[in-house]
């Protein structure tokens, strides 16, 4: 069974601080990595993506991708009470066209 | 949400009855899937489809069915609703999950009573 973990949170950060979110993946093979983020009563919306190790950075937020610690996480700066809602993390399993998803970590910004 | 619709939104239904959701997109993607979320499961898949007629099972799918008989619709079906199957249903498309990942439709909150 290929699966993806997340820390289960919640996690609670100040306005302005940097929440990071985490996930690992057990599945070798796997080649794109997305982040999606879901308010309360919504769907899940996507937010980034990163298919090489390194970072990618896109405004406020950045994914950081390490293939071969199959570790993968989200940063988020400055962070607003917006950006509360809960953060999956989903991975494409090799020669699959589906993802597989984490159970999600619930992030509050406190003002 | 971009060109992917879900119907009925809410909908009430009585254990043993059988109900059908609809997923509808206008985006020509080649890709659909059906998930339920739950808490403390997360999103799981039940079934999914590559293209008109083909659909295969994912990792929750005893009691539903589905069908797509247009590029445009993909329909899940409980055959006979359990309490159980309470829960949220998406749907999401795709054409490249490689590249795009999924878009997701706005839900269905079905409770079974």
């Known amino acids: 069974q290929k699966e993806v973990e997340q820390n289960s949170g919640p996690l609670s950060v100040p306005e302005g601080a940097i929440a990071s979110l985490n996930c690992t993946y057990s599945d070798r093979g796997s080649q794109s990595f997305f982040w999606y983020r879901q308010y309360s009563g919504k769907s899940p919306e996507l937010i980034m993506s990163i298919y090489s190790n390194g970072d990618k950075e896109d405004g406020r937020f950045t994914a950081q991708l390490n293939k071969a610690s199959q570790y993968v996480s989200l940063l988020i700066r400055d962070s607003q009470p917006s950006d509360s809602a809960t953060y999956l993390c989903a991975v494409t399993l090799y020669g699959s066209e589906k993802l597989v998803f984490g159970k999600g970590m619930k992030l509050t910004v406190n003002p | 949400d971009a060109g992917i619709t879900q119907s009925p939104r809410h909908k009430v239904t009585e254990t043993g009855t059988p109900v059908t959701l609809r997923c509808h997109q206008t985006?020509?993607?080649?890709?659909m899937y059906w998930y339920r979320q739950d808490p403390g499961h997360g999103l799981r898949l039940i079934h999914y489809s590559y293209g008109v007629k083909d659909t295969d099972k994912g990792e929750v799918s005893d009691g539903y069915s589905v069908s797509r008989s247009k590029t445009e619709d993909f329909l899940l079906t409980l055959e006979s609703a359990t309490s159980s199957q309470t829960s949220v249903y998406f749907c999401?498309?795709?054409?490249?999950?490689?590249?795009?990942?999924?878009?997701f439709g706005s839900g269905t909150r079905l409770t079974v009573v």
């Open positions: 985006e020509n993607h080649r890709y």
């Open positions: 999401a498309i795709s054409d490249r999950v490689g590249y795009y990942g999924y878009t």
